[in-house]
């Protein structure tokens, strides 16, 4: 899919969820008798203020203390970050290991948590995936929606749509007593479902992508679900346009003409043919877009109130002239193909080209004649590289000769000389 459709299926989210519990910032046990929780204390001190080593070695300090298994897993829990953010996986992960074997209620599911990211993020699925099953038996609902995440992701990762549904499906189940709903459990579930939405959007199921999201906008007012939901809206609407446009231009398309052949109105199908061209543009499809279009201009019913909408906006002819301006069609062309930036920036360009040839003989005063008409000569000439400037010159050589009754232009001018040969 492309961005207003929502992220591409992927199996990691690029930003998992933290191992932490967004309760606990700043929380700190009440101090023991011994000093391994004075240690931890002054560890995390060190480590929040970029003091890694030493907090390193305090935390070490408080696991060579031996003290009860609830400080001990915190200490242990706490290695295991700093040695990550120090760039050490594996004393990171035998840090969390040895903090998930304490079996602590509070420090080991996030160690578990900690330790099967770090195993996903090094490519070890299959061992972050047997992490994440230890964490379903470890924590309350909060840690097992986050070990459920996991798994899906490992489902999809494996290609086992199956199984990753089941583990979708929990990961987003909401527990029957709200007070048992923690910050950690809301923002897991939002995760999931803005990730479990792209992919479904990927894979062209927007309703299922609806649902998801809803879920998700049910915990957390989430800018990223919204966007998600309005790309589920988008393809909603290209569904039902899709449905008018096939069979109000003639073209092959999924949807057949009314069984008693009626088509819609000319004004339907044509607001139909522009909305529809539009929406695939947005959704960063512009050769479709182009198809759309190309198709309502070549139905004989639609063809006039297709080109009304696709030229909508576009200047208005001189009075002087009967005939639409010269530069119509590239405009024409240029909406049907959504290139508009692009006619906009090579005339841009070209303005910009012949003012540079013709102002440097301003400034520097030139006078010779000689000099002046050759600067105007290259200016002239600006536009010819271009696909519509044989048509420029074309205009002018028709104005002229309008004014002056014949044609004293040479064949190939202004390319192949001035007037006259001079």
């Known amino acids: 899919m492309t961005t207003t459709s929502g992220p591409p299926a992927r199996s990691a989210p690029d930003d998992p969820p933290q191992a932490t519990d967004p309760a606990d910032a700043g929380e700190t046990d009440a101090p023991p008798a011994h000093d391994a929780a004075d240690l931890c204390d002054q560890a995390q001190d060190l480590a929040q203020n970029g003091h890694l080593k030493r907090a390193a070695a305090l935390y070490q300090r408080a696991v060579a203390a031996n003290p009860p298994p609830a400080v001990q897993a915190r200490a242990l829990l706490g290695l295991a970050v700093v040695e990550d953010q120090r760039g050490d996986p594996p004393a990171a992960r035998e840090a969390a290991y040895r903090a998930l074997a304490t079996g602590d209620t509070r420090h080991a599911p996030r160690a578990a948590h900690h330790l099967a990211l770090s195993l996903e993020q090094e490519g070890a699925g299959e061992e972050a995936a047997r992490v994440w099953r230890r964490l ?15 798994l899906a992701r490992d489902a999809e990762a494996r290609g086992d749509r199956e199984a990753a549904e089941e583990h979708w499906e929990a990961a987003l189940e909401l527990p029957t007593d709200r007070a048992e709903f923690s910050r950690l459990h809301a923002t897991t579930v939002a995760e999931a479902a803005r990730d479990l939405a792209g992919r479904l959007l990927e894979r062209g199921r927007p309703d299922a992508a609806l649902a998801a999201v809803e879920r998700g906008l049910a915990v957390a007012d989430d800018p990223g679900l919204r966007l998600l939901r309005a790309a589920a809206h988008l393809e909603h609407a290209i569904g039902d346009l899709d449905a008018i446009v096939p069979a109000s231009t003639g073209t092959p398309g999924p949807h057949a003409e009314p069984e008693d052949g009626e088509r819609p109105e000319p004004a339907t199908s044509g607001a139909a043919v522009e909305l529809l061209a539009g929406l695939l543009a947005l959704r960063g499809e512009p050769e479709a877009a182009e198809r759309v279009w190309r198709s309502g201009l070549g139905d004989r019913d639609t063809a006039e109130e297709v080109r009304r909408r696709l030229r909508r906006g576009f200047a ?47 400034v520097e005063g030139e006078a010779r004649p000689s000099a002046l008409r050759a600067v105007m000569e290259q200016a002239l000439r600006v536009p010819s590289d271009t696909v519509w400037g044989v048509d420029v010159h074309a205009d002018f050589r028709r104005r002229l000769h309008e004014a002056m009754g014949e044609d004293p232009l040479p064949e190939g001018w202004p390319e192949h000389g001035p007037p006259g040969g001079r």
């Not at 002239?321 to 959504?338: F, G, I, N, Q, R």
């Open 136 to 150: 379903l038996d470890l924590g309350g609902p909060a840690h097992a929606a986050v070990a459920h995440y996991g």
């Open 316 to 362: 208005s002819a001189p009075e002087e002239d009967a005939a639409p301006p010269w530069w119509e069609p590239y405009l024409e062309e240029a909406a049907a193909t959504s290139s508009t930036s692009v006619l906009a920036g090579e005339l841009f360009a070209v303005v910009t080209r012949m003012h540079a040839l013709l102002a440097v003989p301003v």
